[in-house]
Protein backbone atom coordinates (compact mmCIF):
# COMPACT_ATOMS: atom_id res chain seq x y z
CA UNK A 1 0.00 0.00 0.00
CA UNK A 2 1.41 3.10 -0.91
CA UNK A 3 1.84 5.78 1.82
CA UNK A 4 3.44 9.16 1.94
CA UNK A 5 6.60 10.46 3.81
CA UNK A 6 5.69 12.90 6.51
CA UNK A 7 9.57 12.44 8.11
CA UNK A 8 12.21 10.83 9.25
CA UNK A 9 14.24 9.30 12.41
CA UNK A 10 17.16 7.03 13.10
CA UNK A 11 17.26 3.62 14.54
CA UNK A 12 19.85 2.43 17.33
CA UNK A 13 21.94 1.76 14.47
CA UNK A 14 22.12 5.07 13.04
CA UNK A 15 20.01 3.90 9.77
CA UNK A 16 17.26 6.34 8.35
CA UNK A 17 13.63 5.46 8.44
CA UNK A 18 10.94 6.97 7.15
CA UNK A 19 7.83 8.21 8.83
CA UNK A 20 4.79 7.13 6.81
CA UNK A 21 1.47 8.76 7.11
CA UNK A 22 -0.05 5.84 8.20
CA UNK A 23 2.55 5.73 11.47
CA UNK A 24 4.67 2.90 10.41
CA UNK A 25 8.05 3.47 9.95
CA UNK A 26 10.35 1.93 6.76
CA UNK A 27 13.96 2.13 6.13
CA UNK A 28 15.69 4.10 3.71
CA UNK A 29 18.93 3.01 3.74
CA UNK A 30 21.62 3.83 2.11
CA UNK A 31 23.65 0.83 0.68
CA UNK A 32 25.89 1.15 -2.15
CA UNK A 33 26.19 -0.82 -4.04
CA UNK A 34 23.04 -2.88 -3.31
CA UNK A 35 20.56 0.34 -2.55
CA UNK A 36 21.48 3.49 -3.19
CA UNK A 37 19.65 5.99 -1.78
CA UNK A 38 22.03 9.12 -1.12
CA UNK A 39 19.48 11.50 -0.86
CA UNK A 40 18.77 10.33 2.66
CA UNK A 41 22.39 10.84 3.62
CA UNK A 42 21.43 14.87 3.99
CA UNK A 43 18.97 16.94 5.22
CA UNK A 44 18.45 18.46 2.21
CA UNK A 45 17.98 15.00 0.26
CA UNK A 46 15.43 13.91 2.76
CA UNK A 47 13.68 17.07 2.73
CA UNK A 48 13.12 16.97 -0.72
CA UNK A 49 11.75 13.49 -0.66
CA UNK A 50 8.95 14.35 1.90
CA UNK A 51 5.45 13.53 -0.05
CA UNK A 52 6.79 10.65 -2.13
CA UNK A 53 5.17 7.47 -1.53
CA UNK A 54 6.53 4.10 -0.37
CA UNK A 55 4.46 0.90 -0.39
CA UNK A 56 4.21 -0.29 2.91
CA UNK A 57 4.37 -3.71 3.63
CA UNK A 58 3.23 -3.78 7.29
CA UNK A 59 -0.14 -1.90 5.89
CA UNK A 60 -0.36 -4.50 3.50
CA UNK A 61 -0.09 -7.45 6.14
CA UNK A 62 -2.53 -5.83 7.97
CA UNK A 63 -4.98 -5.61 5.23
CA UNK A 64 -4.48 -9.39 4.98
CA UNK A 65 -4.89 -10.54 7.81
CA UNK A 66 -8.61 -11.86 8.36
CA UNK A 67 -10.57 -9.15 10.57
CA UNK A 68 -10.77 -10.23 14.11
CA UNK A 69 -13.70 -8.12 15.57
CA UNK A 70 -16.51 -9.93 17.74
CA UNK A 71 -20.12 -11.28 15.79
ZN1 LIG B 1 1.70 1.50 7.05
Not at 17 to 34: D, F, N, T, W
Not at 44 to 71: M, Y
Request: charged residues 35%; contains cysteine.
Amino acid sequence: MNRRIIGYDEDEQGDWRAKLECGHYQHVRHRPPLVSREWVLTEAGRKSRLGFELNCKRCDEEAAQPTTDCE
